[in-house]
């Protein structure tokens, strides 16, 4: 669709009710795709959109957001190369502000769900304008450095779902903690837990996102 710039899938509610409807916009990790978190989309509640995004550049058999910046030490302290970062986030605002005209989207009823990548995309986009969005889900992800020292108007009280894992190789929960914690100082309102589990989201992960979701959609 030539309004939505990102490739995608939209999923639509299978409950409809009356006027426009809350979304879950799904952004994935490095290397996969707008298939990849579907399954985690199935468990949600059935009067809601699901649009999942697909990011712009191709990697390997998958797609990634953003290229890494390891120049600060290699992947566990590696950042969002900036300009590839700051197109990505302005392509997802594009594609959202595109699904709401084309999918009849409550725009004041959108949340955020991203894994790892799609997880550090979607907290950088909540700091970057917070009335956009009515809640996060961020999974085995961080908080940019770019956007760490940020203090926007509209992030108090927000809620924010932060997960990591105790076994992740790729993001250390540290990273993760990191972030839960700055969002705290903010006043967001965060879910913030740590599951025994490698770069990946597991059961009980799964049934804490999905508990979350329902309470805010």
């Known amino acids: 669709m030539s309004d939505i710039p990102l490739e995608h899938v939209h999923v639509e509610p299978s409950e409809p009710g009356d006027g426009p409807a809350p979304a879950v916009v799904l952004l994935h990790g490095r290397g996969s795709n707008e298939q990849d978190l579907l399954s985690i989309a199935q468990e949600?509640?059935?009067?809601?959109?699901?649009?999942?995004?697909?990011?712009?550049?191709?990697l390997q058999g998958g797609y990634t957001w953003y290229e890494l910046d390891l120049s600060g030490g290699g992947l566990h302290e590696s950042q969002p190369h900036a300009e590839q970062f700051e197109r990505s986030r302005n392509l997802v605002r594009?594609?959202?502000?595109?699904?709401?005209?084309?999918?009849?989207?409550?725009?004041d009823r959108i949340g955020l769900l991203g894994f790892s990548?799609?997880?550090?995309?979607?907290?950088?986009?909540?700091?970057?304008?917070?009335?956009?969005?009515?809640w996060v889900v961020a999974l085995h992800g961080y908080l940019a450095d770019s956007h760490a020292d940020l203090d926007p108007?509209?992030?108090?009280?927000?809620?924010?779902?932060?997960?990591?894992?105790?076994?992740?190789?790729?993001?250390?929960?540290?990273?993760?903690?990191?972030?839960?914690?700055r969002l705290r100082e903010l006043g967001a309102d965060v879910t913030a837990n740590v599951y025994n589990?490698?770069?990946?989201?597991?059961?009980?992960?799964?049934?804490?996102v999905v508990a979350f979701v329902d309470a805010h959609v």
């Not at 509640?45 to 995004?53: A, N």
């Not at 990548?117 to 009515?134: E, F």
């Not at 589990?197 to 804490?208: F, I, M, N, R, S």
């Open 117 to 134: 990548q799609g997880a550090i995309t979607s907290l950088s986009l909540l700091l970057d304008d917070p009335d956009d969005y009515a």
């Open 153 to 181: 108007d509209g992030i108090a009280g927000k809620p924010v779902f932060v997960g990591g894992g105790s076994m992740d190789q790729i993001i250390p929960t540290s990273r993760v903690e990191r972030a839960a914690e």
């Open 197 to 208: 589990a490698p770069h990946g989201v597991g059961p009980d992960e799964l049934q804490d």
């Open 44 to 58: 949600f509640p059935d009067h809601v959109h699901v649009v999942s995004l697909r990011a712009p550049d191709r």
């Open 94 to 107: 594009e594609a959202i502000a595109g699904a709401v005209e084309a999918y009849d989207i409550d725009p």
